[in-house]
């Protein structure tokens, strides 16, 4: 809005005098000489002035701050229990969980013929039953799920049909797991390729045993 035109809304006066003579150029000293005006004429100048006034760019997105890559490097270990010679089965990847180095581990662990969905890192010390985990494919809506401590070693256990849940996943794009205590204290979020989750799970159905109507379809 020019001055001039500030000036027809403002009518002749002080306040059309002391928007000129402080800066009408500046959105704020319009703002002021708008409400120098009589209720009326101070709403009709507002109204102006909100049409005249571009909205606001966003800021830019700093340096550092976009999403970390999906993690698809899996280290898988097989071997047999020492006690009851039955497959042990692990497979592990991690995934950077936040701008100060954080790191989320996600494993697969086969024991005894039971498997878990374990998510562990040097950042959780609470207890499994203190944390609240959920997980997104591709950037959806969040699912929570039921977490419990670890059968075997730290961190926070996926409780329910954990090979079911595996088996739902699809096989392209990259899943998220958060973790957040339930008290104070900072999330982690650790993100995953679900293609190189699949080529983890297939290698993974026959020493886990997994039921065939859980196992991943080719």
Request: charged share 20%; net charge neutral; hydrophobic share 40%.
């Given at each position: ?18 928007a ?10 319009k ?15 507002l ?27 899996w ?10 010679y ?10 950077s ?7 989320l581990q ?16 040097p ?42 849940l595996?088996?739902?996943l699809?096989?392209?794009?990259d899943?998220?797991?958060?973790v ?16 190189g ?7 993974l ?14």
């Amino acid at each position: 809005m020019k001055v001039a035109n500030l000036c027809a809304v403002l009518g002749s006066g002080l306040a059309c005098a002391g928007a000129a003579a402080q800066g009408a150029g500046d959105p704020m000293e319009k703002l002021r000489a708008c409400s120098l005006l009589a209720q009326a004429e101070r709403m009709d100048c507002l109204e102006k002035l909100s049409r005249d006034i571009a909205p606001a760019q966003p800021p830019a997105t700093p340096p550092g701050a976009t999403t970390a890559p999906a993690a698809d490097d899996w280290t898988v270990s097989e071997t047999t229990s020492p006690f009851d010679y039955t497959p042990v089965a692990i497979a592990t990847a991690s995934a950077s969980a936040g701008p100060d180095g954080a790191v989320l581990q996600l494993s697969i662990q086969c024991r005894g013929g039971r498997t878990e969905l374990v998510i562990g890192g040097p950042a959780l010390a609470r207890r499994g039953e203190d944390q609240v985990v959920s997980y997104a494919i591709n950037d959806g809506a969040p699912v929570v799920l039921p977490v419990g401590a670890p059968a075997s070693g730290t961190g926070v256990a996926v409780k329910g049909d954990v090979v079911r849940l595996l088996a739902s996943l699809p096989e392209r794009g990259d899943v998220a797991f958060r973790v957040e205590p339930r008290q104070a204290g900072a999330a982690l979020q650790g993100r995953y390729s679900l293609s190189g989750l699949k080529t983890v799970r297939d290698r993974l159905a026959a020493p886990c045993k997994w039921p065939a109507a859980n196992v991943p379809r080719n």
